[in-house]
């Protein structure tokens, strides 16, 4: 039989609900204009006639940037960048997290401080950004022309990040690490057999947290890669805004048969249906705990 709720809890539950239900609209609302504002009729657009539902229905604009060239071969950089990006900055977050947690390491105390203090004053734009120029320099130098591994590797590590798997180590049984070494294993057949298993929510996490800012990433793309060719996504339709849009003819645009905001929404479309993709898969580790199995004494 259930239990009556009691008037302030009622009153809770309904001002919760309630609150909920006007962030997951706020949430929502941008993405479902996105995508009726890409598929409108040009006037429809231009006249700011779309509140949330789509009017005079076309596909104009995906068709236009299906037949970008240039849109696609910047969708490849941006996958490039985040399969690489999140498998070396999880590489380098769990083997610093795995390490930060044990007590056995030497100076690991100040290796901590060390790494909690760059979250807490940060060098600064200029001297990162000659930190990058100089790692560009010396990947030059030994034959690596593509900026896009740099990307990759100079920007791989993340003090936050690390910690959080530094603390998800720090939770494992420690005797289930001693009874993995007395089984003969060595210290990283107990981190891949051990730790990571038992820790894969956070990593999974920690890796969607990678994913999205490779996804999402632009300034330092822009402002270290030269080529074109290898510029990602964000830096493509920033750019194709301001070059074909705002910058653009005005009889150019007039004469396109679809708004010149429907075509930069299509993108948007485009840029963001593998995170939406993927994210429901990822997202059934977040309810899991840390720890799974315990320990039989």
Known sequence: MKRKLEISELIFKII?????TIFAICCLYPFVYALSASISGKEAVEFNEIILLPKDIQFDAFKAVFNDNSFWSSYANTLFLTFFGTIFSLVVAILGGYALSKKRLLFRRGFNFFLVFTMWFSAGVVPQFLNYTATQNIFYKIGITDDKWLVVVAMGMAAMNIILLRNAFEGVPSEIEEAAFVDGATEMQVLTKVYVPMSKST????????????????????????????WPLQVYIRDFLENNIWNSDADTIFNNPYSDTSIVYAMVICAIIPI??????????????????????
């Open 203 to 230: 990593i999974a996490t920690v890796g969607l947290f990678f994913g999205i800012s490779r996804w999402n990433g632009y300034y330092w793309a822009k402002t270290m890669m030269k080529n074109q060719e290898e």
């Open 16 to 20: 919760a609900y309630t609150l909920l």
């Open 276 to 297: 939406l993709i993927i994210y429901p898969y990822i997202q059934k580790y977040f309810a899991k705990g840390v720890n799974m199995g315990g320990v039989k004494e």
